[in-house]
């Protein structure tokens, strides 16, 4: 159980790229009650006076089975005992498998993860931290070795990435559970991590002993040493493919993508690839995160150089890549992006006292403005290409796709994030920020309020 004994210590000391923590910030602790995260909120609580923390523990109850109940209150009690702030809520994660086609544990996931960055939202927190460890990290490895992997899948779990933390990235699986017992922790056990039928619980059970046994202690360790060459190499890919687009782009509409064919038939695979999954995140195609399988990514390199002009192909997840005699063209196709849901709010607007200089924000669903500086009637809108706007608090004009990149909106999630333009402008990007053209001042007069609220069923807004 080597640095057991010196654990909080290593946190503390953690460098960045391996989930370490900032002075000051504040971080929502997802809590399922099991041994490791016990371990991790129960670590950071004690870390947060040596370097002014704030953390806030949250559980969401999945309701898969019967007692799921009972692990939402142990929770809650043992932040209760610890004097941790503590917030739960439930998901029906059977319904969304069912209406996405996804397994239980992919929903679960994915639910969990979308409900951890709306309450790091609506609290005002800087990350999630979240409790993954080093055998967490080896499991993930075999997993996307056996799928046949490239570069990004030999990352596996990464300590830190956008607004996620994992501080215990670099810890043995036991070596939590030790640190618990040391500390008189106790935890929830989640029976279905003993059903074989699940191949990330085979993995743990028969091949990481086995894998251990025939290299040796600290494999799994390398394995980790592996994947952080791997982040390190992928970065610099990604760097350079970034720079590739830059210098093969020809015209500036953000609608349509156009690059030298030239340039791109003669550059190497790898990095045709990047840039060319690179550029479909800019189109805010909906599938551009997802991987490609081995076979569709040889089609779409061939169809690059061979293709007459004229023709078009199909991208995985969205996107149609279209070939002229000099140039290629990208743009989104049918499979087209995730709707907004604009159709199914109603956008109100009140006038309220003048407030104080500077209020500009006052919620996920509402925001205010110095009624002066807009220009009514207002438009409610799913983001576009191209869209701009000048943020709050920002002296020039900023891409609404880099400005929700920035707040860790999911690539695959920004076509449906929601604007509000003016006559003039777009003066709320809904949930992050308004137009600093729209400021409340001292000078102000009249402050507009502009509010969403659902529809009512028959698709009417309210009287």
């Keep these: 159980m080597a640095g057991v004994a010196h654990l909080i210590d290593q946190i503390q000391d953690l460098p960045p790229e391996r989930g370490g923590l900032r002075r ?89 993860h979308d409900w951890l960055e709306q309450v790091r939202v609506e609290h005002g927190y800087d990350r999630v931290a979240l409790a993954h460890h080093l055998d967490d990290h080896a499991e993930t490895l075999l997993m ?74 600290g494999s799994i360790e390398r394995m980790g040493a592996m994947s952080a060459r791997a982040s390190a190499e992928r970065a610099a890919l990604a760097a350079f493919a970034a720079d590739f687009l830059d210098r093969t782009r020809i015209g500036d509409d953000e609608a349509v993508l156009a690059f030298d064919r030239a340039a791109w038939c003669s550059s190497p695979q790898v990095v045709v690839f990047q840039a060319l999954r690179a550029a479909l995140a800019d189109l805010m195609v909906t599938g551009a995160h997802q991987r490609w399988n081995e076979a569709r990514y040889r089609d779409v390199l061939e169809f690059i150089r061979g293709a007459k002009t004229g023709q078009q192909t199909d991208l995985p997840g969205g996107g149609v890549l279209e070939v002229t005699r000099n140039s290629l063209r990208l743009h989104a196709g049918p499979a087209g992006p995730a709707m907004g849901t604009e159709s199914d709010l109603e956008l109100r607007e009140a006038l309220l006292p003048a407030a104080p200089a500077d209020t500009s924000f ?98 009417k807004g309210p009287n």
Excluded: Y
């Design 24 to 112: 000051g910030e504040r971080l929502v602790v997802g809590l399922s009650g099991g041994a490791d995260s016990i371990a991790l909120t129960g670590l950071l609580h004690e870390l947060a006076p040596r370097m002014d923390l704030q953390i806030l523990a949250a559980h969401l109850d999945h309701q898969l089975r019967a007692d799921s109940a009972e692990d939402r209150e142990f929770c809650r009690s043992f932040c209760s005992a610890n004097d941790i702030a503590f917030v739960s809520d439930s998901a029906d994660v059977r319904g969304r498998a069912a209406d996405t086609g996804e397994g239980l544990e992919a929903a679960g996931r994915h639910m969990r």
């Design 144 to 217: 996307w070795l056996g799928r046949g992997t490239g570069l990004s899948g030999l990352t596996g779990i990464e300590p830190a990435r956008d607004r996620i933390v994992r501080p215990l990235r670099f810890c043995r699986r036991e070596d939590l559970r030790a640190e618990c017992r040391r500390r008189g922790w106790s935890w929830r056990e989640d029976p279905t991590n003993a059903d074989q039928d699940r191949l990330r619980n085979r993995l743990r059970a028969s091949a990481l002993p086995a894998l251990e046994q025939a290299l040796g202690a």
């Design 362 to 459: 006052w919620g996920r669903d509402r925001a205010c403005f110095d009624a002066g500086r807009v220009t009514p009637p207002f438009n409610l809108r799913k983001v576009q290409p191209g869209d701009r706007m000048q943020p709050f608090g920002m002296s020039g004009q900023k891409k609404l796709v880099r400005l929700l990149a920035e707040n860790a909106v999911a690539r695959h999630d920004r076509w449906s994030s929601l604007v509000v333009e003016d006559q003039e402008r777009i003066v709320w990007a809904v949930g992050l920020t308004t137009s600093e053209h729209t400021r409340i001042t001292d000078n102000t007069q009249r402050v507009l309020q502009l509010s969403l609220h659902a529809r009512i069923a028959d698709g």
